[in-house]
């Protein structure tokens, strides 16, 4: 390594997200994918070990002056088991996915994939849909749950996991198990000090999940963007105005979906909700 201040991240797909986040404040760091230094794998698991063992060998060398170790929260923060070193960065919700159910992100999606100008987004949109979105995600809430109970306690007879892929919770018998255990997952959210609320969903669901959830909303959305054709004070469009039936500019595009939604919402790393990375990322490296 050289001596601009590194950044180890999990795998493959943080490189690009982090590297972005750095440039957006002109700072020069290097990111590394744990599993392409020598010796270790991809994982938190051996990003913790990885940073462990340069604090063993550093010796008075201060390691959180030169590296930061970023690892997805998951269920660490429930384990009891954040890892006390200065270099670690562990992130504020499950993983970094997590941090992209953001209002800008339909926003963003709006102006990307359909044909409607920026000036048919207003923020009284941006609010009224992602308000609607945001309470169709609860419906990851108790599954949720349900998989960091099993989480905690290996013997717990689980119905929900969270190795499961995301659109099982919509299929018997897991559908229907846990909704039988509503209230005792209530008890146990309780236990906890977990609340129905977005900020501890994305403690609680693994941001695969819940930004797959979102992306899918956002597409149901768009596919039938024409009813907001001239609302939240935008003018209607053209075809509208002139009642040109099946035509209107609010229109997703070809070829999109939720899949592209999903990827591409991570080229959108100026997102508040990144603030503290960049924050982290000003007290380790110099300007460029
Ligand atoms: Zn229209």
Not at 126 to 154: H, T
Not at 237 to 255: A, H, N, P, S, V
């Amino acid at each position: 390594m050289s001596s601009t201040p590194a950044v180890i991240v999990e795998g493959i797909n943080d490189i690009k997200i982090y590297n972005s986040i750095a440039k957006s404040i002109n700072r020069c760091v290097e990111v590394y994918a744990v599993e392409a230094i020598k010796g270790y794998s991809a994982g938190c698991g051996h990003v913790i070990n990885a940073v462990k063992a340069l604090y063993a060998s550093a010796e008075s060398v201060l390691v959180e002056d030169f590296v930061i170790g970023i690892i997805d929260r998951d269920t660490r923060e429930f384990r009891g088991e954040l890892p006390v070193e200065k270099a670690f960065l562990v992130l504020n919700y499950y993983s970094v996915e997590s941090h992209f159910v953001d209002p800008e992100i339909v926003r963003k999606s709006i102006s990307t994939y359909t044909l409607a100008g920026d000036d048919a987004v207003s923020e009284e949109m941006i609010d009224a849909l992602f308000s609607k979105i945001e309470q169709k995600l609860y419906d990851l809430y108790y599954f949720s749950l349900e998989s960091l109970r099993f989480a905690l306690d290996g013997n717990y007879n689980s119905d929900y996991r969270y190795s499961f892929a995301n659109n099982r919770r919509k299929q018997d018998p897991a559908m229907s198990n846990v909704r039988a255990k509503i209230h005792e997952l209530d008890s146990f959210a309780a236990s906890l000090n977990i609340r129905c609320s977005l900020s501890d969903l994305k403690k609680i669901s693994t941001g695969k999940w819940l930004l797959g959830a979102f992306s899918e909303e956002i597409y149901i959305l768009l596919t039938n963007f024409k009813i907001y054709c001239g609302k939240f004070g935008a003018k209607k469009c053209q075809y509208c105005k002139r009642e040109i039936l099946d035509t209107c500019t609010y229109k997703i595009k070809e070829g999109i979906s939720n899949k592209t939604i999903y990827s591409l919402a991570f080229e959108h790393t100026g997102l508040t909700s990144l603030d503290y990375v960049r924050d982290r990322f000003s007290s380790v490296s110099a300007v460029q």
